[in-house]
């Protein structure tokens, strides 16, 4: 892994630059402000500053024969992942890369009645950003398969960590879902996050689809109470779902809507890592002091 791209290199591929600059890889990141490159310098990453939505400016990006991280998520609105698409056309013959791991969502498996969730449970997206997601999916792997270059998707559940905890809503009081009401979610720390997409590059094969959470569901209302409780925080109030659709934006409203236990056996096993934050409790934590 000499060689590596990452595309929307915020908060993750930044952890994931840390870990790969570490084997003495040479990382560029690709963001879309003078601001989101300065920080790219700051952590010792070559930027580039390019838009996506504008085929025109993804023009030499370093590409051939190197590890992509693919971490920019769609656009808003539609069914679709433009992006996706422009970043493909705009490889040309001979520069593709080696190998592109790719950042969906567990979202494309829609409602799932919380049963668990495997890499062989069909699809079936029903929000728009998960059907944009598992457009994206499709993209990549035709492209992938055309070109020659192998694609690893992984399924993501919620990511928490430092600086990515929902303290400001705790304390501008929202309410949130009673516990009996609140479905199971799923979640993985942003650590450990970086360290699977660094170890799917390293050992995925192209075609392969990894589920990442920490496999320890719990209720939102869980999340949040545990948060608050952390931070010392008033706890919020409680509502019932036919009240919450009344105050509750209807982005929150979805992920109430939608439940799932996600199986990450499939991660531990083939990909062989170890997580470094297994429960909530931990990676809590592990997330007080911002990074």
């Given at each position: 892994m000499n060689k590596v791209l990452i595309v929307g290199c915020g908060d993750i591929g930044r952890r994931v630059a840390g870990l790969v600059c570490g084997q003495g890889a040479e990382v560029t990141g690709v963001v879309r402000s003078v601001e989101g490159a300065g920080r790219l310098e700051d952590a010792g990453i070559t930027p580039m500053i390019a838009d996506?939505?504008?085929?025109?400016?993804?023009?030499?990006?370093?590409?051939?024969?190197?590890?992509?991280?693919?971490?920019?998520p769609p656009p808003g609105g539609g069914h679709t992942d433009p992006?996706?698409?422009?970043?493909?056309?705009?490889?040309?013959p001979g520069q593709e890369p080696e190998k592109l791991v790719y950042i969906s969502t567990s979202g494309v498996y829609g409602d799932c009645g919380g049963e668990v969730v495997t890499?062989?449970?069909?699809?079936?997206?029903?929000?728009?950003?998960?059907?944009?997601?598992?457009?994206?999916?499709?993209?990549?792997?035709?492209?992938?398969?055309q070109k020659g270059v192998a694609v690893i998707i992984l399924r993501v559940t919620g990511i928490y960590g430092p600086g990515r905890?929902?303290?400001?809503?705790?304390?501008?009081?929202a309410p949130l879902l009673r516990l009996e009401e609140s479905p199971p979610t799923n979640r993985i720390h942003a650590d450990d996050l970086a360290r699977v997409c660094v170890a799917a590059a390293e050992k995925a094969e192209g075609g392969e689809i990894f589920n990442?959470?920490?496999?320890?569901?719990?209720?939102?209302?869980?999340?949040?109470?545990?948060i608050a409780d952390l931070f010392d925080l008033p706890k919020p109030?409680?509502?019932t779902m036919e009240e919450a659709r009344k105050v509750m934006t209807p982005l929150m409203i979805s992920y109430l809507t939608e439940s799932r236990r996600m199986d990450n056996s499939r991660l531990l096993?083939?990909?062989?890592?170890?997580?470094?934050?297994?429960?909530?409790?931990?990676?809590?934590?592990?997330?007080?002091?911002p990074k």
């Open positions: 996506l939505n504008d085929p025109s400016a993804l023009t030499g990006l370093p590409t051939e024969k190197a590890t992509v991280y693919y971490f920019a992006k996706a698409r422009n970043f493909c056309a705009s490889v040309a890499e062989k449970t069909p699809v079936n997206p029903q929000t728009a950003r998960a059907k944009r997601r598992h457009d994206a999916e499709n993209v990549f792997r035709q492209w992938g398969a905890l929902p303290v400001s809503r705790l304390q501008g009081g990442v959470s920490d496999g320890h569901p719990s209720t939102m209302t869980e999340y949040f109470l545990a109030p409680l509502v096993e083939r990909l062989g890592v170890k997580l470094l934050y297994p429960t909530l409790s931990e990676g809590l934590k592990a997330s007080m002091e």
